[in-house]
């Protein structure tokens, strides 16, 4: 991509509105110093002392901080529950920058929260312990559904674009449900003009009529419950492979499809036509959390801007490419971090 498209797209990022619908989950850091710990009286095991807390948005909310840092401005459209957890996450994502007037509070679900413990150790070194999951196991009531596609068809009437980040692999027990699927893919036939981007982990080969983005295992996945369409992948390298996974989705939905490929980058599909970006070559540690998410959100972003899919997939591999940078937080990238990872790339793809 030219240096003058990249600046003509990222020009039209501010004050986009993108709505994301989706899994809104809670991180919550839980810094422990094992120096003070103590011993409990009643169990007589150690007792670990908390010396700070850091929550911050998780899931769906790694996609809003991304758009708001990217310039936009994105509207949480979910549940959290009535709970502390409901209400740290609710204020993060407003100091942020999201509008959370569609985020539903509800006391029949529990706020979806990941707890990371970090222990400091003796030695001065930070250990993160078992993650402890607080996750919705039983199905959404039906009054709560019927509120979620109605605030569908209302952020289809007020938004540039919607993306919906599926998480959770219980079907139903997340915010997008069986019948808010069905909703979203009869809604893009009535608004064609709307860039409607899903990013689903489990359930992707369950929608129609909508541009996907995954990882290639997801992609793989989707492509083996498509029915007569499956297909038999070549594994020889994730390229091919993310290139039959690509046109075995095409086929069926006639929609782009962008597929993360890690360390070799991004591959897609649009009007039958298979694209690939290599990946931007990182020096140093690197932490994946977020990376995923965050690519949505410039994929979704630059699609709103007037991108092609092939421009929206380089843009969000330069996204992807600066949050895996970002140690022991979900990142974020900002307009001027995608011009300098530009730079870098080029550089890097004439070398």
């Not at 994929?299 to 140690?327: D, H, K, R, T």
Request: net charge negative.
């Amino acid at each position: 991509m030219k240096t003058e498209r990249l600046e003509q797209i990222l020009s039209n990022f501010n004050h986009k509105k993108v709505a994301v619908f989706g899994d809104f989950f809670l991180d919550l850091y839980i810094h422990m110093d094992r120096t003070l710990s103590e011993l409990s009286l009643e169990t007589h095991k150690e007792a670990f002392q908390a010396t700070s807390l850091r929550g911050q948005p998780g899931a769906a909310g790694v996609v809003t901080n991304n758009l708001a840092a990217l310039g936009a401005q994105p509207s949480a459209f979910g549940y959290i529950g009535q709970d502390g957890f409901g209400y740290t996450l609710k204020n993060a994502l407003a100091l942020n920058g999201t509008e959370t007037t569609y985020l539903i509070e509800t006391k029949d679900r529990l706020t979806p929260t990941y707890t990371k413990p970090i222990m400091k150790e003796v030695d001065g070194v930070n250990i993160e312990l078992n993650r402890i999951d607080i996750i919705n196991r039983t199905p959404n009531p039906p009054a709560l559904n019927d509120s979620l596609v109605d605030h569908l068809k209302q952020a289809l009437l007020t938004h540039d674009g919607i993306l919906v980040l599926e998480q959770v692999c219980n079907d139903g027990c997340g915010v997008v449900s069986p019948l808010l699927r069905n909703a979203i893919s009869k809604l893009t036939n009535h608004y064609p003009e709307k860039v409607i981007l899903v990013d689903s982990r489990h359930f992707g080969s369950a929608y129609r009529n909508v541009a996907l983005k995954t990882n290639l295992l997801e992609a793989k996945r989707a492509t083996k419950n498509i029915g007569e369409h499956s297909i038999t992948l070549d594994q020889s390298d994730a390229v091919s492979a993310s290139q039959e996974c690509s046109k075995a989705l095409w086929d069926l939905y006639q929609k782009p499809v962008f597929i993360t490929l890690g360390e070799d980058g991004i591959g897609g599909i649009d009007n039958g036509a298979y694209f690939h970006h290599p990946g931007f070559i990182t020096a140093g540690p690197i932490d994946i959390v977020g990376a995923g998410d965050s690519v949505l959100a410039g994929i979704g972003l630059s699609l709103c801007a007037g991108a092609s899919p092939a421009e929206a997939a380089y843009i969000g591999n330069l996204v992807g490419s600066v949050i895996v940078q970002q140690i022991g937080t979900t990142g974020l990238a900002t307009q001027e971090d995608v011009r300098q990872r530009h730079i870098d790339y080029q550089n890097q793809i004439k070398g």
